[in-house]
């Protein structure tokens, strides 16, 4: 059983300019991390600032975090679509309800797996 052509297509297309929107965010938090500024290395400010900004380049961390799996996930979609093997359970082979992939088009689990995953 495969994914017909067509359908395959749509979430290539779907997942590159999902992949760039999430490469413009990646960018567009990079120039927002307040550690990318060269300057504060030498800076003495104060450590009332100093503790606000930890939290907050804690919050950046977590959020890059977040866009980097994000990206992770499909590129490595799009790498299975190239082989052949999208669409298909990573863990028991099973074809993906086609339900789920519209919602989520870089799962690599099928719905049984996902859920026995979490129990
Ligand atoms: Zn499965």
């Known amino acids: 059983m495969k994914f017909p ?3 395959l297509k749509d979430i290539e297309e779907h997942l590159h300019a999902e992949k760039n929107r999430v490469e413009e965010q990646i960018r567009q938090l990079s120039a927002q991390d307040p550690f990318s500024d060269t300057s504060r290395l030498t800076d003495n400010a104060a450590t009332d600032t100093e ?9 950046y961390q977590a959020m890059l975090k977040e866009l980097e799996d994000k990206q ?3 590129i490595q979609a799009l790498v299975r679509i190239d082989k052949g093997t999208y669409g298909f359970c990573t863990k028991c082979a099973a074809m993906i309800d086609t339900d789920r992939l519209a ?3 870089i799962a690599t689990l099928c719905m049984s797996c996902e859920n026995s995953k979490i129990s």
């Open 5 to 7: 052509k067509s359908v």
């Open 51 to 59: 503790a606000k900004e930890e939290i907050d380049h804690e919050r």
């Open 72 to 74: 992770k996930g499909i």
């Open 103 to 105: 919602v989520l088009p």
